[in-house]
């Protein structure tokens, strides 16, 4: 990382020092004692602007690992009823996780397919598989290797929240991301 920066510094350096070179024509009278060499005020502002070019850069990397942390961590992904399309709001987590698998040959998840109570308990097991080969595809699809990726359906069987109502049954259409340990 900091090799990275201290070239992306150098880079960056040697660019304005080229670009400032090549922008004298030379057809300018020049006074006595005047000498190609920038002065010292000129160095320093030189090397201001590249330092902080290299600050910015890694505080871009640095928001943009942030932000894919912080999608890592949403593992639970909500499905509308008897439906197993992959809503448009989980896809950003769901790119996170891809990306995850894709660059971590040797992760594992297990994706849990889950149904509320309505239906039968065949029904809700073929939904609740539906919807984890939903996700399986998705991930495959942004990166993720078949290996990497179990299915289970529990249908009905492990309720969020235990209720009667839609609130509930809205917390039981889901499938959870579960990283495993080797």
Do not use: W
Not at 50 to 65: F, H, I, N
Request: proline share 1%; glycine share 8%; hydrophobic share 40%.
């Amino acid at each position: 990382m900091q090799t990275s920066a201290l070239y992306k510094t150098l880079g960056l350096a040697f660019g304005a020092m080229l670009i400032s070179a090549c922008a004298s024509k030379g057809d300018v009278n020049e006074g006595a004692g005047a000498t190609d060499e920038p002065t010292a005020t000129e160095q320093q502002a030189e090397t201001q602007a590249v330092d902080t070019a290299a600050v910015a850069g890694e505080t871009l990397e640095s928001e943009a690992a942030d932000a894919q942390a912080a999608l890592l961590e949403q593992t639970v992904f909500y499905f509308d009823f008897d439906k197993s399309d992959i809503k448009s709001e989980s896809k950003a987590a769901l790119m996170a996780h891809a990306a995850y698998l894709a660059s971590n040959g040797t992760a594992r998840v297990v994706l849990e397919g889950h149904a509320d109570e309505r239906g039968t308990v065949e029904y809700n097991l073929a939904l609740g598989e539906r919807r984890a080969m939903s996700v399986r595809r998705f991930l495959m699809a942004n990166g993720a290797a078949a290996e990497q990726l179990k299915v289970v359906s529990f249908g009905e069987e492990r309720p969020a929240v235990m209720g009667h109502d839609e609130t509930s049954y809205a917390k039981n259409r889901r499938v959870e991301v579960k990283y495993q340990s080797r």
